[in-house]
């Protein structure tokens, strides 16, 4: 599931600029490129793991490591990358994910492949973390919404047609072809970004930002730990969608496309929709959403082995935890509106670091008790989520949000 999109945070001002949207769309390309090459595995991971001799749960690590990267990354984009070229920084980590995808599709072996995850996870934390920023830079004030909803169509467009299209190039070409076919789009965005996004020299920085101050915040720390614990509970399940569609539904590799699209329409209607939710009740919305995506979890293992059944909850699923984050961007502002922008980078990390969590958490599980187990976590750690979220609430009460 692609969740990093960062909400619109600044600090604006300054004087009138140039609007490049011809660099927004390069990065709008970049973006979909990266969705699709941070979650390819998830629609591949029986081929791949057949093929590296290894497990389904150890192929699955592949995306825990890419997450332990990107917050390795997230972290510490700033200071590697000092007061060089933005631009330059931008065009740097896209060569990389091309080159992560070359790895990945001609790894010889499963350590080969995990070294080309990791240098996708070194992308994804350096990019949504100055994507905001670079947002900023390339369009005036004004603009950066529209900006920013431009790049969440390339999230979206990744979301509806990454795994299906991964999975049926899988039967046709190969999973190594699949990722194969990431490299020359990679190029292309490579290439647009070289040409049309401007030169971004660093300004001088007011002083440097310890972005963990923020836990001293009880509210944030709780709000943060139930956005981890969100994210964690959804990729312990989701990473694991085809082998428990292929081994407990039995479905072929078509079908398996069609589902996987359907869970991808399904977040785009879901993000489309929740704007009115959250108007009505943030907090109200960000409690709900885990509990039924819990409550899903569980309907899975005693009536998931039909076709109907699981494909319609795992539609619903899509619609529920693609339409999450928005919630979650949108919590970062009203609580942090001071320092949106330092709570946008913790956010990136604590979801990264809660995806390869749960991604390897859910991996185990699966290789050790079955789907059953797996199901079982993930929902009592959404459930937790959904408590520590009213916590929050609780805490940010005189706010007057609930």
């Not at 969705?35 to 791949?48: D, Y």
């Not at 990264?352 to 079955?370: E, K, N």
């Not at 059953?372 to 916590?391: E, Y």
Request: glycine share 12%; aromatic share 10%; with cysteine.
């Amino acid at each position: 599931m692609p969740v990093d999109m960062p909400a619109v945070v600044g600090q604006g001002g300054g004087a009138a600029q140039p609007a490049h949207w011809g660099g927004v769309f390069a990065m709008t390309l970049c973006v979909f490129a990266l969705i699709a090459s941070e979650f390819m595995p998830v629609s591949l991971l029986t081929p791949m793991a057949a093929d590296l001799r290894v497990s389904e749960g150890w192929a699955g690590y592949g995306i825990a490591i890419s997450g332990a990267f990107a917050v390795l990354t997230s972290l510490s984009i700033s200071a590697l990358a000092g007061s060089k070229n933005r631009k330059t920084v931008l065009l740097a980590l896209t060569g990389l994910m091309a080159l992560s995808g070359t790895v990945v599709a001609l790894a010889t072996n499963y350590f080969v492949y995990m070294a080309g995850r990791a240098l996708i996870g070194v992308v994804i934390g350096g990019f949504w973390s100055m994507s905001a920023a670079t947002a900023m830079r390339l369009v005036p004030p004004d603009q950066v919404p529209r900006a920013l909803a431009i790049f969440n169509g390339g999230n979206a467009l990744a979301t509806v047609i990454a795994a299906p299209l991964g999975s049926y190039l899988g039967s046709v070409i190969g999973w190594r072809g699949a990722f194969f076919c990431l490299v020359p789009v990679a190029a292309m965005a490579l290439v647009w970004q070289w040409i049309s996004v401007p030169d971004m020299d660093v300004e001088p920085a007011s002083k440097p930002a310890n972005v963990f101050r923020l836990f001293k915040r009880r509210s944030v720390a709780l709000g943060m730990a139930a956005c981890g614990a969100f994210f964690l509970g959804q990729f312990a399940l989701f990473t694991y969608v085809r082998p428990f569609l292929e081994t407990v539904v039995r479905v072929n590799v078509s079908t398996l496309s069609l589902i996987l699209l359907g869970i991808g329409v399904a977040g785009v209607i879901g993000t489309a929709i929740i704007g009115t939710f959250l108007k009505q009740g943030l907090y109200r919305t960000l409690i709900v959403i885990p509990v039924l995506m819990a409550a899903i979890a569980l309907a899975l293992i005693p009536f998931g082995t039909g076709l109907g059944t699981s494909a319609a909850l795992l539609a619903m699923w899509g619609l529920l935890a693609t339409a999450a984050p928005v919630g979650w961007w949108s919590w970062i502002a009203q609580a942090l509106p001071g320092d949106a922008e330092a709570g946008g980078g913790l956010m990136v990390a604590v979801i990264q670091l809660a995806i390869a969590l749960g991604s390897t958490i859910g991996g185990m599980l699966f290789d050790g008790s079955g789907y059953q187990g797996t199901f079982v976590v993930s929902a009592a750690v959404l459930f937790l989520g959904a408590f520590l979220t009213l916590l929050a609430s609780r805490s940010q009460a005189p706010r007057g949000v609930a």
